[in-house]
């Protein structure tokens, strides 16, 4: 009786088919493959999240710093304030 209970399980269980599902991702425009639910910088100042394959980008805010002279540094977002040498008058 085991075994027959058993032949008929594996018959029952080897019809089934085994479906894998595959992960969401996303596509960025320059055919990046991304993660579901992974966040990354696009540029300095956008930062991308994929969530069920749809990409949903947004942009830093950034405060002025608060001085007379200010940049924004190469690879950077948000400025910040120029060191400035201090000028000594000559005599």
Sequence with gaps: MKTILYVLF???CGAVPVVS???S????SSGLHI???YTFK???CEFCTCHIGHLTCGVQD???P???SYTTPPGQC????QSVKDSVPAI
């Design 25 to 28: 991702t996303c596509v960025t």
């Design 66 to 68: 608060n001085c007379e």
């Design 10 to 12: 594996v018959l029952a």
């Design 21 to 23: 599902v595959p992960l």
């Design 35 to 37: 993660a579901d639910g």
């Design 42 to 44: 696009a540029t300095p």
């Design 78 to 81: 948000c400025p910040v304030c």
């Design 62 to 64: 950034c405060a002025l």
